[in-house]
Nanobody, 121 residues
Framework: QVQLVESGGGLVQAGGSLRLSCAAS????????MAWYRQTPGAQRELLAA???????TYAGSVGGRFTISRDNIRNTMALQMNNLKPEDTAVYYC???????????????WGQGTQVTVSS
């Protein structure tokens, strides 16, 4: 089985920064795309940033210029550096990885359990 574990959430004042991390472990042959999402109560999960195994990342308009996604293909980790945080960034943040668990299997998405980010005004 594949596990994704997020860390780094917490409470921060508006204008502050947080760095989220996501670590993938378990039966992993290969990881293709990785991404960060967030969700607030009653809303759909929102895609914030995505990064392919090799190539340039993409960002949602709401976080471009403030958030930076990165990954380490050797360690199977991903990070989201969040700067100039705003109260509207308050949400549960999730990581997703498209994982090929074995040489003979197809890629499928796995999700972390989520980490709470709260930005106070």
């Amino acid at each position: 089985q594949v596990q994704l574990v997020e860390s780094g959430g917490g409470l921060v004042q508006a204008g502050g920064s947080l760095r989220l991390s996501c670590a993938a472990s378990g039966s992993i042959f290969s990881i293709s795309d990785m991404a960060w999402y967030r969700q607030t109560p009653g809303a759909q999960r929102e895609l914030l940033a995505a990064i392919p195994r090799s190539g340039s990342p993409t960002y949602a308009g709401s976080v471009g210029g403030r958030f930076t996604i990165s990954r380490d293909n050797i360690r199977n980790t991903m990070a989201l550096q969040m700067n100039n945080l705003k109260p509207e960034d308050t949400a549960v943040y999730y990581c997703r990885a498209d994982v090929r668990p074995s040489r003979t299997s197809a890629y499928r998405p796995f999700w972390g359990q989520g980490t709470q980010v709260t930005v106070s005004s």
